[in-house]
């Protein structure tokens, strides 16, 4: 019964009619009461207090006033109509005054009656204003705190304004108040001290006070939350019971590698996460894995021993990077160690050429080939392996959900471990929710004896002073990277002002090898010149981020970014990790222009001070937002209407306990008292986490 009337058409409310429920339909997805009553306030108006004339300065802000209507007279005529109503209060004198819609106001005021107005009081030559304030009888007015609702210049012209909002609202409320169900269990309400889900909704379009407001939100705050992580337990439930592993043994192979070819001493962080991903693979239960890792923390070689269970295993092993640079590098150092163990390896591009890329895939069939490098070509349909066992995939978030979703559903026979791994760390209240259901490892420590890069701002003012320091470095033996933005929608003069550079580089430098590297250059091209760079043949190197994730070349030991105020701050911190990776110390150059935006002035401090990729992590977080930092905004995957991921981290923590405490005791939520919750989370949410069992 109760659901029907949830259900009813908005059209129906009085007031509302066809056309208005067309327009609420097409511009912000209302249909039902139930729609209605979702549709939530953004701000709220303080109407509680009846404030003084007396009291009106320049920094007034909106406010409610008693007054007694003192004079009425219009002006001007037909578009230049004007219409002034002179007013009092005990305090003091104003005059309100309409330009448009004034047949509406005119004969509704009568001169000595009381009226309540609300609106923001303007003070010119000491005399106090209101412009088109809203006015009403006093009789018929409650004051209150008034919620605010979103609309759109669509909305208003077809007269769904605020009052509207306010008006229906209201009706719906008193119409179904009595069938808001509630979603969570009576034990946790009880035990969080929350409002019931009813007495949120009420509060939030018709807040009692402030306190109440304030426990509105938190109820639903709590429970966005909460059915976000029962969601995120239950996938990872699901996974772990619905997709065996295989059972790595011991291996020899790490072992001998270990003990004979290690070619420089673990980090206990390094050793950590091997231990760990080596007890996931000894489980029986599917790894599914994310070992975070700063820039330089030195990932591949953690790669490379969990491989070696795998091999022992006679399983085969696919390493998924994000471009071709970047896969050819990591073929080139797995090969170096994987030689010492006779160990194959081969490495699959959209560049192998066809011969090469039949003879590689037969191999691959027949399991000669023990790992398999390579870029999204890994994916193919045409790529088959004889029996895949490990699925690593480097600098996860360069990925698309959609290939990574590929990957996974190609249904081999046996179910791969998978481990993922990222360089950009990710704040800890987004690795809850985003990657809430694979086990997180995170390698928080960097190898000894590097030295802290160190940061700077410059603007072009001082540009010869940095090529005077480019000049040092290079004399000194090192190596230098510039890099510029190559930003959609802007390529063509991106581009053009990294040539531009490159040539005044080549004027300025006019006996150095320079390199220049872009995205239009054939792939060929680009890793000749990567190269020669990596040789130390070519001393500057002047690139687009092509450069930006993985790329190792520790002679580097400058890199000078180019309006830096045009990168974001993780990408930022991830073209700096380029240097700092050997024993020289290093230095980032952020060059920008003079005037920079707020946010933009924050980044660059930032990056100044601090080079903890966490810490950058978290900051990105707050000047960016989650959707756009993750590049999860486009799917969509992440849209929370109450909750702040860089704010809420404790009601993350506790909901998510809350919900491990329920899928442990009731993990098909069959419990009597668990009946809300299991209703809501099959009947009402739209699952919008599919892509979390993806990576
Ligand atoms: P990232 O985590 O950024 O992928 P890499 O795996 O490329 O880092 O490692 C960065 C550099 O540090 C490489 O040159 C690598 O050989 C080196 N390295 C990795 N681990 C150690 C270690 N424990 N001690 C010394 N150098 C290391
Ligand atoms: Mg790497």
């Not at 304030?214 to 699901?238: A, V, Y």
């Not at 929710?433 to 700077?456: A, C, F, N, Q």
């Not at 510039?482 to 003069?493: D, F, M, R």
């Amino acid at each position: 019964m109760s659901r029907e009337v949830l259900k009813q058409k908005i059209e129906f409310i009085k007031g509302v009619g066809p056309q208005k429920a067309s327009l609420l339909n097409s511009e912000v997805g209302v249909y039902n009461l139930n729609d209605m009553l979702h549709y939530f306030p953004f701000r709220y108006e303080d109407r509680s207090k009846i404030k003084k004339l007396s009291d009106v300065n320049e920094n007034s802000v909106e406010g409610v006033y008693l007054v007694t209507v003192t004079a009425k007279s219009t002006s001007g005529k037909f578009k230049f109509k004007s219409l002034k109503i002179k007013v009092k209060d005990p305090t003091g004198y104003a005059e309100l005054v309409w330009m448009k819609g004034i047949e509406w106001v005119e004969d509704k005021i009568i001169i000595g009656k009381k009226y309540l107005i609300f609106g923001k009081p303007k003070i010119y030559r000491n005399k106090i204003s209101f412009f088109h304030p809203e006015t009403n009888e006093q009789n018929k007015v409650s004051l209150g705190i008034k919620p605010v609702y979103p609309t759109t210049e669509k909305l208003k012209r077809g007269f769904v304004n605020n009052r509207f909002f306010n008006k229906i609202i209201d009706l719906i409320l008193v119409k179904t108040k009595s069938h808001i169900e509630e979603t969570l269990s009576e034990k946790i309400i009880k035990k969080e001290k929350l409002i019931s889900r009813s007495e949120a909704i009420q509060n939030i379009h018709l807040p009692k006070n402030e306190e109440m407001i304030r426990q509105s939100k938190k109820r639903l705050k709590f429970e966005e939350l909460f059915f976000l992580q029962l969601q995120i337990l239950q996938l990872k439930n699901k996974r772990l019971s619905a997709f065996p592993g295989y059972v790595f043994k011991k291996s020899k192979l790490l072992n001998t590698f270990y003990k004979k070819h290690l070619p420089f001493n673990l980090t206990e962080a390094q050793k950590k996460v091997i231990k760990e991903c080596y007890e996931d693979m000894c489980s029986g239960k599917q790894m599914n894995r994310l070992v975070q890792g700063d820039v330089g923390s030195g990932k591949t070689i953690v790669a490379f021993m969990c491989m070696l269970f795998a091999i022992e295993d006679r399983s085969q092993i696919a390493f998924m990077a994000p471009t071709e640079v970047l896969a050819g590098q990591h073929f080139k150092s797995i090969k170096k160690q994987a030689e010492k163990l006779n160990v194959s390896v081969a490495v699959l591009t959209g560049s192998t050429k066809k011969k090469d890329r039949d003879v590689l895939l037969e191999k691959l069939m027949k399991g000669e080939i023990n790992i398999l490098i390579g870029t999204h070509a890994l994916i193919e349909k045409r790529v088959q392996f004889k029996k895949l066992g490990l699925v690593i995939i480097d600098e996860q978030h360069k990925f698309g959900v959609a290939q990574r979703a590929k990957l996974w559903s190609k249904k081999e026979k046996y179910y791969p471990h998978i481990l993922v791994m990222t360089a950009t760390p990710i704040p800890r209240t987004l690795a809850l929710t985003l990657y809430g259901d694979l086990d997180v490892s995170v390698i928080d420590e960097l190898p000894s004896g590097r030295k802290k890069i160190i940061t700077s701002h410059r603007n072009d003012n001082s540009r010869l002073k940095v090529f005077g320091f480019i000049n040092k470095t290079i004399n000194e033996g090192g190596q230098v990277y510039v890099v510029y933005p190559l930003i959609e929608g802007s390529e063509k003069k991106d581009h053009k002002d990294l040539m531009d550079g490159f040539e005044s580089l080549k004027r300025y430098f006019p006996n150095t090898q320079i390199g220049v590297l872009h995205g239009r250059m054939k792939p060929e091209n680009k890793d000749y010149e990567m190269k020669r760079f990596a040789e130390g043949k070519s001393k500057i190197l002047v690139s687009t981020t092509v450069i930006e994730v993985g790329v190792d070349v520790p002679n580097a030991s400058v890199i000078i970014i180019e309006s830096a105020e045009r990168f974001g701050l993780s990408q930022l911190h991830q073209l700096r990790g380029r240097v700092g990776r050997g024993e020289k110390q290093s230095y980032c150059i952020l060059m920008t222009k003079y005037n920079l935006s707020q946010e933009s002035k924050e980044r660059v401090k930032a990056m100044v001070s601090s080079s903890d990729g966490f810490e950058i992590a978290n900051i990105d977080l707050r000047l960016r937002g989650p959707g756009n930092m993750m590049g999860t905004k486009q799917s969509g995957l992440l849209e929370l209407r109450f909750v702040n991921l860089a704010e809420d981290y404790d009601l993350i923590k506790k909901t998510r306990s809350v919900a491990l405490s329920i899928i442990e005791n009731d993990p098909k939520l069959i419990h009597l008292e668990n009946k809300n919750i299991s209703y809501h989370l099959n009947k009402s949410i739209k699952s919008n986490i599919n892509w979390s069992r993806i990576s």
